[in-house]
């Protein structure tokens, strides 16, 4: 599974620090959710996709899945 958190919050326009600021969570853990390090709990995943006005299913693609 491939984090697309990192490119949903450039589209977005927002700012890591914000986004951390607003879950809750450090800058470092944010970044270990964009880097695929680690992944978010089912609780901060959803906050996290109301925050960027997205579906949970967005934030992530399979790695095999073909790009459009």
């Given at each position: 599974?491939?984090?697309?958190?990192?490119?949903?919050?450039?589209?977005?326009?927002?700012?890591?620090?914000?986004?951390a600021?607003?879950?809750g969570v450090?800058?470092t853990?944010?970044?270990?959710w964009?880097?695929g390090?680690?992944?978010?709990?089912?609780?901060?995943?959803?906050?996290?996709?109301?925050?960027?006005?997205v579906?949970?299913?967005?934030?992530?693609?399979?790695?095999?899945?073909n790009?459009?």
């Amino acid at each position: 599974m491939k984090s697309r958190i990192g490119e949903i919050i450039d589209a977005a326009g927002y700012k890591k620090k914000y986004i951390a600021k607003e879950l809750g969570v450090s800058p470092t853990q944010l970044s270990n959710w964009i880097s695929g390090r680690s992944y978010p709990t089912v609780e901060k995943a959803f906050k996290l996709a109301k925050l960027l006005n997205v579906k949970v299913d967005d934030l992530y693609k399979e790695d095999d899945e073909n790009e459009l």
